[in-house]
């Protein structure tokens, strides 16, 4: 029992959910509603932050700088291009997001819904 209950704190801490989203860092996975979503490298470090941030507005160098690791703002394009992909693989009305939300003169959130 004790390593029964060891090993789930352990996983638990290995996963993130909210709602129908849960995001296994160990495999590095994400599911909506349980159904595996194809991702890649950076939509899913992208996501990831965000969800480790639930509630926080993140600026857009911040978050450029976190996933693609630089801290030259340049490609402004790239972030909001990795946004809209992750918003039709996660939103359930992809032009009208709920949960990865524009926040307006400073980058993006995550939100529960």
Same mark, same amino acid.
């Given at each position: 029992?004790? /390593? =029964? ?8 801490l290995d996963e993130i959910?909210?709602?129908? /989203?849960r995001i296994n860092k ?27 941030? %639930? ?11 976190? *996933?693609?690791? =630089? ?9 909001? *291009?990795?946004?809209k992909w992750l918003r039709?693989? /996660?939103?359930?009305?992809? %032009? ?9 003169? *400073? ?7």
């Amino acid at each position: 029992a004790k /390593i =029964s209950g060891i090993f789930k704190r352990r996983y638990a801490l290995d996963e993130i959910t909210d709602g129908n /989203i849960r995001i296994n860092k160990a495999s590095r996975a994400v599911y909506k509603n349980e159904k595996e979503l194809e991702m890649t490298a950076k939509e899913f470090e992208l996501l990831l932050l965000l969800m480790e941030n %639930k509630g926080r507005a993140l600026s857009k160098e911040y978050i450029f700088e976190q *996933v693609w690791g =630089s801290d030259s703002f340049s490609e402004q394009q790239t972030l909001t *291009v990795h946004i809209k992909w992750l918003r039709q693989k /996660i939103e359930d009305a992809p %032009k009208n997001p709920k949960k990865i939300v524009t926040v307006w003169g *400073v980058g993006y959130k995550y939100e529960s819904v």
